[in-house]
């Protein structure tokens, strides 16, 4: 009886460690793998701010000394690029620890402002059309440096998926203001639009290759509305375009607006 006992106890205690090691397995499985993600995020995210100081860089290089009047703008958009960069940085390395960790200010801001100052910088660095619309005092309540992201990554998609010129809405719709990014690109099939929110999902893999993504552009933008309280929504239309909106709160009781 005290052998089965014993007998019974120790296999207790092999399954006790049995499941001490598979947890241990699986944790240093998560971490592994969250970590490979983190990296793949932060070089995607990396991407645009340096792609715009490249691209000032060597208009310097090529035509700095014949255009004088090139510098301070070149200058300029580095320097704001540079900073947003290492921002970015500081966001992505909380990104990987802890989202609660995040530096969110919250703040009223200008809507039309500032998807103009980021239509600005994009059209700069990429050479495409952005027409802005905006509406005068369309305001929001959000973090200001978190919304250019999330508007950068929908430009960005906009360009790589379109040839045509980008359209940006700017409004308010019953006590919510928005942005909206219009492009006449190639679209998404109804079946596959839940999907591009996945990490890593890219509709065409193989054409997406050459200047896309790694498919992390929408995860992360979730990830982001859901940190400064907008809400997002993709519209799309296979062979027709895209439209990515952004829903922002306007702090009504706080600041007294409607
Ligand atoms: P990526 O960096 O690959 O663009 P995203 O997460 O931003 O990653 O998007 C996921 C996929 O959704 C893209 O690979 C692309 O196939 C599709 N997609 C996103 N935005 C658009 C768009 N504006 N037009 C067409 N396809 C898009």
Known sequence: FKKLKLEGQSKDEL?????TFN??????????KSQEQFVANASHELKTPLTIIESYASLLKRKGLDRPEL??????????????M???????????KHKEQWNIS????DL??????????FRNAYGREIHVNGQHEVFGYSDESKLKQLLFIFLDNAQKYSDDRIVVDVGSLKGEGYIRIVDRGIGIAKDKLPLVFDRFYRVDAARNRQGGGVGLGLS????????????????????????????IQREVTKIGLC
């Open 15 to 19: 399954m006790e460690m049995g499941m």
């Open 23 to 32: 947890d241990m397995i699986q944790l240093l499985e998560s971490n592994y």
């Open 71 to 84: 510098f301070n703008e070149s200058i300029e958009a580095i320097h704001s690029e540079a900073i947003r």
């Open 86 to 96: 290492k921002e970015m940085t500081e966001q992505l390395l909380l990104l990987a």
């Open 106 to 109: 919250m703040e009223v801001l």
């Open 112 to 121: 039309s402002e500032l998807a103009m100052g980021s239509a600005k910088a």
């Open 220 to 247: 992360l933008a979730v990830e982001i509305a859901e940190a400064i309280g907008v809400r997002i929504e993709l519209h799309s239309v296979e062979g027709e375009g895209t439209t990515a909106e952004i829903w």
